[in-house]
């Protein structure tokens, strides 16, 4: 087990953004985490990265409880993450972005970025500024910094929003090339994306876990349907 969340809740107050939420990803798995507006998704991701704390239950990655680890921390023991909205370094060149993100030593590296830039597309916007990236190369970009921390897991927060069709199909390839060994956990709206990704799917709706599943087991769940239907 990569990743075991046991009981994991966090409260604004009387609003229960997560509520007892129980998950356990295997080395290498790829799973996705839908569930309508609101449903915690984002929420869980943080707690997960470190981002926030939980006001209740747990966090274990790789055997050892982080529950409290600082994020930078997390971030070394291999917790790499994107941004619902992409985090970069405006005004610095995407390689430099790679270097930073990567926190070890520069020399050494500076080829290991142009590595990490071409595995993501970006080979040719090697020394163009972040700032003058398109929305979709940003993404990109964040996508080479995570994956430049050396993650075994990735915690990836709505890649697709924002992207145009082709950029989402660009962005299916590159999630479908990421490394066998590192644990993805994916949170998207955009349910191709996630059909054709993903080994297993769990739906948030209001803070709780309302199925894990295979993607066949997710199209024809009724529990699913009803979320998203805001039946439930
Ligand atoms: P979306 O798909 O719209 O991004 P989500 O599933 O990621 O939604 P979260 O962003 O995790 O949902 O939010 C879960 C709930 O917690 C929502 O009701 C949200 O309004 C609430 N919430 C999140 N952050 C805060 C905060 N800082 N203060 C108060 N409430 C918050």
């Given at each position: 087990m990569i990743l075991?969340?046991?009981?994991?809740?966090?409260?604004?107050?009387?609003?229960?953004?997560?509520?007892?939420?129980?998950?356990e990803l295997q080395p290498g798995e790829r799973r996705a985490l839908i569930g309508p507006n609101g449903a915690g998704k984002t929420t869980l991701l943080n707690l997960v990265a470190g981002a926030l704390r939980p006001t209740a239950g747990r966090i274990d990655f790789a055997g050892r409880d982080v529950t409290r680890m600082?994020?930078?921390?997390?971030a070394r023991l291999g917790i790499g993450r994107t941004h619902q909205h992409p985090a970069v370094w405006p005004t610095l060149s995407a390689a430099d972005n790679v270097l930073v993100a990567a926190r070890r030593p520069w020399g050494r590296l500076r080829a290991g970025a142009r590595e990490h830039l071409a595995a993501v597309g970006l080979a040719d916007q090697a020394g163009v500024t972040a700032?003058?990236?398109?929305?979709?190369q940003r993404r990109q970009l964040e996508l080479a910094m995570a994956l430049a921390g050396a993650p075994r897991l990735l915690l990836l927060d709505e890649?697709?929003?924002?992207?145009?069709?082709?950029?989402?199909?660009?962005l299916a390839g590159l999630l479908a090339a990421l490394p066998s060994d590192v644990a993805v956990l994916l949170v998207e709206h955009h349910l191709d994306l996630v059909y054709g990704f993903a080994d297993r799917v769990t739906v948030l709706h209001s803070g709780r876990h309302v199925h894990t599943g295979t993607v066949a087991?997710?199209?024809?769940?009724?529990?699913?349907?009803a979320a998203y239907a805001g039946v439930k």
């Open positions: 075991r969340v046991e009981g994991l809740g966090r409260r604004y107050g009387d609003l229960a953004a997560l509520d007892g939420v129980a998950l600082p994020p930078a921390r997390r700032g003058a990236l398109s929305h979709g890649p697709a929003a924002g992207l145009a069709p082709p950029e989402v199909e660009l087991e997710t199209r024809r769940s009724p529990e699913v349907a």
